[in-house]
Structure formats: structure tokens, C-alpha cells
């Protein structure tokens, strides 16, 4: 299945995003409940804690390091680079941001640019995640990139973990095209520059 927890083929998705619930917007059959279980009962498997050491930063505050956005984004396009045929897999632009705003209009205006869509045609869900309740942005954007099939899963939970320890601002927005599938997102900000990755589920010229 694809990130969005659909079949591969794009014609099944014709909803529009709802603000919501990130998993029924784009067709999940999974509800939050049962994504959260899935969590808890495999922990190995999607487990959210980061081990900070290895990081060397304490999780959930940016990094002071100004060349992480830059050194994460070279790593994540590397690892990317074979995901399955059916999709594809990058990061993210490493543009100046000043917030959440300015980092979700990027992320929109690259998505647009990626599907050859308007930007006016690309909603916006927002994921589920880092709230004391609920699973970590990292885990819950690792979870949903392993219904993509293949690799995908080992590819990107890592890095995650890793954006998710050393960037602010931290979240997983699913971003779906009029009467596409929707495309998973897990972004932050470092010193003021965009990162993270993104994996369309449709093989569009995303490198």
C-alpha cells in the first residue's frame, strides 16, 4: 500500500484533504486508534524514543550546528534515491523559513512544482503526532512511509529520528493533490532553513 495506506494506483484517491484526520482524508483505512496500537504493540519495529546520545542533542530543540540543514538534506537525497519504482523519494528544499507558515508554503509550492499542479490545487492534512498523547512525528511519518512497500521504511526511519532530535518545529503533513493520492511530508526548521523529507506516491520526476 502507499504512504497514504492506498493502493498504488492514484485513481483510487479522489477526496480532498480534511484538517481533521490526517489518515481518513486520503482514504486510510486505519483509524488513529489503530495506528497508535500498531505502534505500541511493534516497538521495535516503530518505536519513538531517540537516543539523544548517539544524536548528541537534546531531542526537540534545533540544532545549533548551521550546516545541518544542508548536511541532512545531502544524506536524505542519497538515501532516497532508490526508493520503489512506484514512488519517489527526496528531501526537501533547503530554503530560508521564519516559521511554520513560511515552511508549509515551500513545502506546498514544491509539491505543486514536483505533481504539475497549481499550488491552489494541493490540500493540506496535518498528521497526527507530538502532542504528549500521541505518538512522535518521526514514528508516526515512518509508519506511514512503510505502506509504501519496498525499502521505504528502512530508508527513512533513521533520518526521522534524527529530524526529529535536532530540528524545531517538527511535524508530518500529508499533502494531496485534486484527485491524487496524497504525498507524506516530515519537516522541521534548523537556524532558520527548512528540513526534511517527502515520499510521492507517484512516480514523478521528484530528484
Not at 28 to 50: E, F, I, K, M, N
Not at 101 to 122: C, H, K, W, Y
Request: contains cysteine; aromatic residues 6%.
Amino acid at each position: 500500500m502507499s504512504c497514504s495506506g492506498l493502493s498504488h494506483s492514484k485513481s483510487n484517491d479522489t477526496g480532498m484533504a480534511s484538517q481533521s484526520d490526517g489518515c481518513e482524508a486520503i482514504g486510510r483505512s486505519d483509524s488513529v486508534a489503530d495506528v497508535d496500537r500498531d505502534l505500541s504493540d511493534t516497538p521495535d519495529a516503530y518505536g519513538t524514543s531517540v537516543d539523544t546520545q548517539l544524536l548528541d542533542v537534546p531531542l526537540n530543540e534545533p540544532s545549533t550546528d548551521t550546516n545541518f540543514a544542508w548536511d541532512f538534506a545531502a544524506r536524505a537525497r542519497e538515501a532516497l534515491a532508490d526508493t520503489p519504482a512506484w514512488t519517489c523519494a527526496t528531501a526537501l528544499p533547503t530554503v530560508p523559513v521564519s516559521g511554520q507558515t513560511e515552511a508549509r508554503n515551500a513545502i506546498q509550492a514544491f509539491v505543486a512544482r514536483v505533481v504539475g499542479l497549481p499550488i491552489s490545487d494541493i490540500a493540506i492534512t496535518e498528521g497526527l503526532c507530538g502532542a504528549p498523547s500521541q505518538t512522535t512525528c518521526a514514528a508516526r511519518f515512518a509508519h506511514d512511509c512503510a505502506k509504501s512497500g519496498g525499502d521505504t521504511y528502512n530508508r527513512v526511519v533513521a533520518l526521522a529520528e534524527e529530524l526529529q532530535g535536532r530540528a524545531d518545529s517538527v511535524e508530518e503533513t500529508i499533502w494531496v493533490p485534486t484527485n491524487q493520492t496524497g504525498n507524506v511530508v516530515l519537516s522541521g526548521i534548523s537556524n532558520g532553513l527548512l528540513v526534511g523529507m517527502v515520499v510521492f506516491n507517484g512516480d514523478y520526476p521528484c530528484h
